[in-house]
Structures are given as C-alpha cells and as structure tokens.
C-alpha cells in the first residue's frame, strides 16, 4: 500500500521556522523525485520546492527561494522541508508529491504563520 504522510505543520510566529517531514512508504522511494507543494484558501496548488531522486538538483518557487530548503533521506524513505523567515503568506496546507512512473499525493499538513 503506497503512503505519503507529511508531519512537521503547526501554529508559527512570523519570522519562525518549521520543518516538514514526508515518510513515504510501498513504493521504490528512491527512484522518485520529491515536490513539496501548497495550497491556501481560495487558491490554486502551487510548486514550492523539488528534488531529484538522488537530491543532485533541486528547484525552488521564487517566492521561497533562499528562505525553504528541500532535502531527502533515501535511507529513511523521507523527504524534509526546512521552512526558515516565514511568513504570513507562507500559510498553507502543504502536501508532498512522488513522482517517477505515475505519482502519489500526500494527505497534507497544516502550516499557519500568525502572530
């Protein structure tokens, strides 16, 4: 059975960070690439960040460039994304995506920044 669960989300102050977590599972983790995206209300899905399946190249919105960064544990069928200086805007469910062949969603975490 093919899972994806995100974990890491919650109540943030601006300016604070947060690191989300993707644990995959019942499928060859190692031969997909990574993307976390987001969602906010009203709002359509958006890419925040990928990574290759070996984390040699990773690519990143503009609008968290500098401020996210995506990483993965092949070992640990996990994908990371360390989320530093957010910001109000950042506010989202953020769903983490496999893909090689076909693809998998995760169920998504809730990040809030507020102070």
């Known amino acids: 059975q093919v899972q994806l669960v995100e974990s890491g989300g919650g109540l943030v102050q601006p300016g604070g960070s947060l690191r989300l977590s993707c644990v995959a599972s019942?499928?060859?983790?190692?031969?997909?690439?990574m993307s976390w995206y987001r969602q906010a209300p009203g709002k359509e899905r958006e890419l925040v960040a990928s990574?290759?399946?070996?984390?040699?190249?990773?690519n990143y919105a503009d609008s968290v460039k500098g401020r996210f960064t995506i990483s993965r544990d092949n070992a640990k069928n996990t994908a990371y994304l360390q989320m530093n200086s957010l910001k109000s805007e950042d506010t989202a469910v953020y769903y983490c995506?496999?893909?090689?062949?076909?693809?998998?969603w995760g169920q998504g975490t809730q990040v809030t920044v507020s102070s």
């Open positions: 995506k496999a893909q090689w062949l076909v693809y998998y």
């Open positions: 019942g499928f060859a983790f190692s031969s997909h690439a």
């Open positions: 990574i290759t399946s070996t984390g040699g190249t990773t």
